[in-house]
């Protein structure tokens, strides 16, 4: 294919939503590899006589290997990838020398270890013909095309990923329709509890979820020096929705996956829109909550590489937080998954921490950098001594372990001296603000030096600090 007929055009918006409603359908993104699909891309190696041969599954900002052949491939870039080009194109893709097209730079290659010179790919289609994936193929020698009757065959072998996929549906169908002839009779539909994970389904298919924000401040300057990310879902109907009525039935249904990564997707989207307003917000932090099932999920730090680099966003300016709860239970996973993370230069905070295990034993495991000190905590600070005492003692924790505390929940003025003799150095709650809609957000952004006033003391904010 000549390179000038090469197009990167990305499909309307109804054709994209049929697109990723089709693959939300199928439930792949978020499955273990299954030996048929790399019976696949074995069978497409050994035919091309291709050093590699892969199966991935696009949503809308990055490429989900699920097979490979050849050398290992991790999660990619949607952006100017292979598979943009397939479904721009609606059709297979031959691309006789790669490194002749400007799009296919080194960093974009999935191939790093091989000098990928010829590529072949073509599209994985839903029943409904929609174009969810690819199968490609890289040699390191060039060669001129596929003879039609290649291409036909590379098509025959994308086909049947097709219908691997139509089987798995199928089984998920009968299994759910089993367990509703099993189920017991039910209170009429009518009486029955809201949500429903077919609601958020909707919910995340009509974009109808959103990011609110909660300044984290230095609590000597009040200045904003973060941000924590809090998801809300905006609904036509039933209006805003806190995030403790749906997040539960997200987590049992699996969704929590693609609403967390839907966050993950608009938190760095919201970073880079208000480091382009002004770029001394570069230095802003975004914090993100995993749940267990997001954390716990295989590739999470390519994910996160993957959104980063799509999005143009530093990894300095990204912060991740979990529980406690999310990683005691699986010691090695948590270690490995931990490791990767920081190694992309991720900030990370142990979130609710002293409300879930008694980890302090392990605390020095994790490489986190943050403590945040749980709301509950806070709280009492001001009604006995044994609250106040376990918040000293996780300041002081922190400290001896080199690491920053974020307190939070604070509402008082009281709450707020307390923490700031005791040396915390962060905070977040009410007293300061609320969780605002990103303009809200944009606006405390545009204060001089970004510092909050203070409504309950008319002194300069240095003045109360201590030395």
């Not at 998801?231 to 929590?256: N, T, V, Y």
């Amino acid at each position: 294919m000549p390179q000038a007929e090469i197009e990167t055009t990305r499909p309307h918006q109804h054709q994209e939503s049929a697109r990723l409603a089709a693959l939300n359908s199928m439930g792949i993104l978020d499955t273990a590899p299954e030996p048929a699909y790399d019976a696949i891309t074995r069978l497409a190696a050994e035919y091309f006589q291709a050093d590699s041969a892969v199966i991935g599954f696009a949503d809308e900002t990055r490429v989900w290997i699920k097979s490979h052949w050849g050398e290992a491939v991790r999660e990619l870039p949607r952006s100017h990838s292979i598979f943009d080009i397939v479904l721009a194109r609606n059709g297979p893709v031959v691309i006789p020398d790669i490194g002749q097209h400007p799009q296919f730079q080194a960093r974009r290659l999935p191939f790093r270890a091989l000098n990928v010179v010829f590529v072949a790919s073509v599209p994985v289609r839903s029943t409904d013909s929609s174009i969810v994936g690819t199968l490609t193929i890289f040699r390191q020698e060039t060669r001129a095309d596929l003879t039609p009757d290649e291409l036909r065959t590379l098509e025959s072998l994308a086909d049947m990923v097709t219908s691997q996929l139509e089987l798995q549906r199928l089984r998920k169908s009968l299994t759910r329709e089993r367990a509703r002839r099993n189920r017991p009779a039910s209170v009429p539909s009518g009486d029955q509890p809201w949500p429903r994970s077919s609601d958020l389904r909707r919910a995340l298919d009509r974009r109808e979820f959103v990011l609110f924000y909660q300044p984290e401040v230095d609590l000597c300057t009040r200045k904003i020096v973060g941000l924590e990310a809090l998801i809300r879902w905006r609904h036509p109907e039933r209006g805003l929705i806190p995030p403790m009525d749906f997040i539960p039935l997200a987590e049992e249904s699996g969704l929590i996956l693609p609403i967390g990564d839907w966050g993950l997707a608009e938190a760095c989207s919201q970073i880079q829109s208000w480091t382009r307003e002004d770029p001394r917000h570069c230095t802003l932090r975004v914090a993100v909550n995993l749940s267990a099932r997001q954390f716990l999920r295989e590739g999470l730090a390519d994910h996160v590489e993957s959104l980063l680099l799509q999005s143009g966003t530093s990894s300095r300016q990204l912060g991740l937080e979990m529980t406690e709860s999310s990683l005691i239970p699986n010691m090695n996973t948590a270690l490995e998954v931990l490791g990767g993370l920081r190694t992309l230069g991720i900030s990370l905070s142990m979130d609710d921490f002293g409300t879930g295990y008694s980890s302090l034993s392990y605390l020095h495991s994790f490489p986190f950098d943050v403590l945040k000190i749980d709301r509950s905590f806070v709280g009492r600070m001001t009604d006995g001594d044994q609250a106040l005492q376990i918040v000293r003692t996780i300041i002081e924790l922190a400290r001896v372990l080199g690491m920053d505390v974020v307190a939070e929940g604070i509402e008082t003025r009281e709450q707020y001296r307390l923490l700031r003799q005791m040396g915390c150095r962060f905070g977040q709650g009410f007293l300061f603000a609320k969780p605002m809609a990103a303009d809200d957000i944009g606006e405390l952004l545009r204060l001089p030096g970004r510092v909050l006033p203070d409504p309950e003391d008319t002194r300069p904010i240095a003045a109360t600090c201590m030395a």
